[in-house]
Each structure stands twice: as C-alpha cells, then as structure tokens.
Nanobody, 116 residues
Framework: QVQLVESGGGLVQPGGSLTLSCAASGGTFNRYIMAWFRQGEGKERERVAAISWSGSNTTYADSVKGRFTISRDVDKNTVDLQMNSLKPDDSGVYFC?????????WGQGTQVTVSP
C-alpha cells in the first residue's frame, strides 16, 4: 500500500524559506512521477512542481518558477520542495503526489503559512 508522508510545513515570514519533505513507501517509486500540489483557502488544488522518475526533468508552475526547487532521492524514496522568497500567496496546504501513470496517490498534506 502506497503511503506518502509530508513534513516541514509551518509559519514563515514573507521573504523566508521552507523545505518540505515527502517520504514515500509501499511502491516502486523510482518509476513514478512525483509532484507537489497546494491548495490555498478557497482555491482549487494546483500543481506546484513535478519531477520525473529519473530526476532529470522538472516542471514548475509559473507562480513559483525561480523560487521553488523540487528534488528527489531515488534511493531514499524522498521528494523535497525547497521554497525561497515566500509570499503570502504561497500559503496553503501542500500535498505530495505520486503517479505511476494510472493512479494518483496523495499524502495528508502539510500547512504552510506565510505571514508577517
């Protein structure tokens, strides 16, 4: 059974940084596309960043390009999201996502709040 556990959320001031981590288990993750999504209050869930199974290809939402970096450790089955220059609009619940091609798996989410 696939399990994704996020950590690293919290309260940070505008301009600050946070690193989110996702620990994956129960699947062959070296063949999965991994991604981070977020959902702000009253907003739809949106994909923030994604990384290919090899780690060689990454994609980012326009709103976070140049500020966020997604990375993965295939051996440890972890995916990190380094977030810099955070803005209040970055606030929300951040979800780890794993997709082997036929199904989405989700973590429980971790709250990020960017506020003075």
């Amino acid at each position: 059974q696939v399990q994704l556990v996020e950590s690293g959320g919290g309260l940070v001031q505008p301009g600050g940084s946070l690193t989110l981590s996702c620990a994956a288990s129960g699947g062959t993750f070296n063949r999965y596309i991994m991604a981070w999504f977020r959902q702000g209050e009253g907003k739809e869930r949106e994909r923030v960043a994604a990384i290919s199974w090899s780690g060689s290809n990454t994609t980012y939402a326009d709103s976070v390009k140049g500020r966020f970096t997604i990375s993965r450790d295939v051996d440890k089955n972890t995916v990190d999201l380094q977030m810099n220059s955070l803005k209040p609009d970055d606030s929300g619940v951040y979800f780890c996502n794993a997709n082997p091609g036929w199904q989405d798996y989700w973590g429980q989410g971790t709250q990020v709040t960017v506020s003075p």
